[in-house]
C-alpha cells in the first residue's frame, strides 16, 4: 500500500512539473503547497518571516514538508549558505533532469546560466563576462543618468502622489538592460510589451524561475535577426565575436537569464530601498548629500537587509551524502535563504534586523550569492542604484510614502521580493 501511494504520489509530481514546464511556476497560484514550506519566500513587511531566525537557530538545514516526494532543505545560517553555495561537486543546478524523458520540450526551453552547470555554464558565462567587466559598464555610465533622469522628469510630471514604481523603479533597469542588450527602440516597445503582459497574467508575482516566457521567444527572434545585422549591445558583441559556435537558442537563454536577473531585482531594490530611506531623516540626508563612499555604504546595507532574491538558485544533490550530519538522497534539492543568511547574527553582527549603514562587520553579503553562480550583473546593479537612489532623494526633498507602509501591495510568495506599486508625494 505505500508502496502504491509513492508510487501515486511520484506520478502527481511529475504531472506538477511538466505543468511548471510548461507555464511557468507561479507559485501565488500553487494551492498544493502547504503553509509552512512557504517559509522562505514570505515576508512580514520588509523582513523575513520571524520563523526564518527560528530555523537558523535550531538547525543548520530544515526539512520543508513538501508533497509528492520532493524533498527540500532550507539552509538559513551564512555559513551554511556559503558552504552549498560553493560547493559545485555536490550540487548541479541543472533544472533539465527534472523533465528528462518528458517528450521534446525539453533542454531547449530552459537554460540560462542560473540553471546550467559547468562545462557548459564555464563555457556560457564566459562569453557574457566581458560585457560585465568595469571597463565596459563604465561605458554604460552616463546613459543610465540620462534613464534616470527622464524617469525622475516623468514622475515630476505626473505631480505628487505618483506611481515612484511605475514611473521609475521598474523603467529604470527595463531601459538599461534593453540597451546592454543592444535591441533597438521598436523591439524595445514591443519587449515591454510582452513584459507588461506577462506581469497581469501573474499578477505580478512570478520572477518565474525557468518560466518559459513569450518574452524568451521575442529574444530567440532578436538573435534570428541580429544574427544577420548585428547590433550594438551584447547580443551583437556575442554574435560578432564567436558566429557559429554560438547557438541562437542558447544566446536567447543567455539574453533572458540577463534580463530575467537584471529586471525585478534591480526595480525591487529601488523601490524598497526608497522606503526603507524614506524611514529615517539621516539616511535619506545620507544618500542625499553623502559622499560617494556614504552612499556605497547605504547601498551595500540596502543589499543586505533587502535580500531581495530571497533564495539561490536552487541547488539538486548529485548524490546520496550527509549534509550536516543528515542523510540526503541524490536529487534532492538544497535552498539557500539568502534573506536568512544576511540576517545571521553569528556574521552580520549584532541586532541584524536593524538597518545600518555603519554596521561591522562591514557586511559581506550574499545578496549576490556566492560562488561560480554569484550574480554576473551586481556591478551593473550597484551602479543602477548608485545612481537612481541619490538622484531620486536630490531631485524631491519633500519625497514621502503616499500610504502608510501596511497598504502597500507587496509581492506573496515569489523568488524576487518587491512591491508593484509605490505611490509617492514630493
Ligand atoms: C540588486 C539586483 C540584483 C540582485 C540582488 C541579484 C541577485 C542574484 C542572485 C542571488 C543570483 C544567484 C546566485 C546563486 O544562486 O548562487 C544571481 C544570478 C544572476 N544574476 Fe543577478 N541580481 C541582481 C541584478 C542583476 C543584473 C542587473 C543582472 C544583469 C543585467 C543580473 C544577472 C544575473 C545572471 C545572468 C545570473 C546567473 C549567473 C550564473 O548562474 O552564473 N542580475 N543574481
Redesign the pocket.
Known amino acids: 500500500m505505500i508502496q502504491v501511494k509513492s508510487r501515486v504520489a511520484g506520478w502527481v509530481g511529475k504531472l506538477v512539473v511538466r505543468r511548471i514546464q510548461k507555464k511557468g511556476i507561479d507559485l501565488s497560484r500553487l494551492s498544493f503547497i502547504p503553509e509552512k514550506t512557504k517559509v522562505p519566500l514570505q515576508r512580514t513587511g520588509l523582513d523575513p518571516v520571524p520563523r526564518i531566525a527560528e530555523i537558523r537557530k535550531t538547525t543548520p538545514m530544515h526539512r520543508l514538508d513538501l508533497p509528492f516526494n520532493f524533498n527540500i532543505y532550507l539552509v538559513t545560517g551564512y555559513e551554511e549558505s556559503r558552504r552549498i553555495?560553493t560547493d559545485r561537486d555536490s550540487y548541479s543546478?541543472d533544472i533539465r533532469h527534472m523533465f528528462h524523458g518528458d517528450g521534446p520540450a525539453t533542454s531547449d526551453d530552459i537554460g540560462?546560466?542560473?540553471f546550467t552547470d559547468p562545462p557548459l555554464?564555464t563555457r556560457l558565462?564566459k562569453i557574457v563576462t566581458p560585457e560585465f567587466t568595469m571597463r565596459r559598464l563604465a561605458r554604460l555610465e552616463p546613459m543610465i543618468s540620462d534613464i534616470v533622469d527622464s524617469r525622475l522628469d516623468a514622475l515630476a510630471a505626473e505631480g505628487s502622489g505618483a506611481d515612484l514604481a511605475k514611473h521609475v523603479a521598474f523603467p529604470v533597469?527595463f531601459q538599461t538592460?534593453c540597451a546592454?542588450l543592444g535591441l533597438d527602440y521598436e523591439d524595445r516597445d514591443a519587449f515591454e510589451k510582452l513584459g507588461s503582459a506577462r506581469f497581469d497574467a501573474t499578477n505580478g508575482g512570478a520572477a518565474a524561475f525557468g518560466a518559459v516566457s513569450e518574452q524568451r521567444e521575442f529574444l530567440f527572434a532578436t538573435v534570428a535577426k541580429q544574427r544577420k545585422e548585428p547590433g550594438p549591445g551584447l547580443i551583437g558583441q556575442i554574435l560578432l565575436d564567436e558566429g557559429d559556435l554560438i547557438s541562437d537558442v542558447d544566446l536567447a537563454g543567455l539574453a533572458d537569464?540577463?534580463f530575467t536577473?537584471?529586471f525585478e531585482?534591480?526595480a525591487g531594490?529601488i523601490a524598497l530601498g526608497t522606503i526603507v530611506l524614506l524611514r529615517d531623516p539621516a539616511y535619506a540626508d545620507m544618500i542625499r548629500n553623502g559622499s560617494p563612499e556614504d552612499v556605497d555604504r547605504v547601498v551595500e546595507e540596502l543589499?543586505r537587509y533587502l535580500s531581495?532574491?530571497q533564495v539561490?538558485?536552487p541547488r539538486f544533490a548529485k548524490q546520496d551524502m550527509l549534509l550536516f550530519g543528515k542523510k540526503i538522497k541524490a536529487g534532492d534539492v538544497v535552498l539557500a535563504s539568502?534573506s536568512g543568511a544576511n540576517r545571521d547574527p553569528k556574521v552580520v553582527g549584532e541586532r541584524p534586523e536593524e538597518f545600518d549603514p555603519y554596521r561591522v562587520p562591514e557586511s559581506g553579503h550574499l545578496?549576490?550569492?556566492?560562488?561560480?553562480?554569484?550574480?554576473?550583473?551586481?556591478e551593473?546593479?550597484r551602479m543602477?542604484?548608485r545612481i537612481a537612489l541619490p538622484r531620486l532623494f536630490q531631485r524631491f526633498p519633500d519625497l514621502a510614502l503616499a500610504k502608510p507602509q501596511e497598504e502597500l501591495s507587496f509581492r506573496q510568495l515569489s523568488f524576487v521580493y518587491g512591491v508593484d506599486e509605490l505611490p509617492v508625494t514630493f
Open positions: 553555495l543546478n540560462g546560466l542560473g555554464h558565462r533597469p538592460i546592454l537569464g540577463v536577473g537584471g531585482t534591480t531594490m543589499l531581495v532574491v539561490a538558485f539568502l545578496a549576490f550569492g556566492h560562488g561560480i553562480h554569484r550574480c554576473i550583473g551586481a551593473l546593479a543602477e542604484l
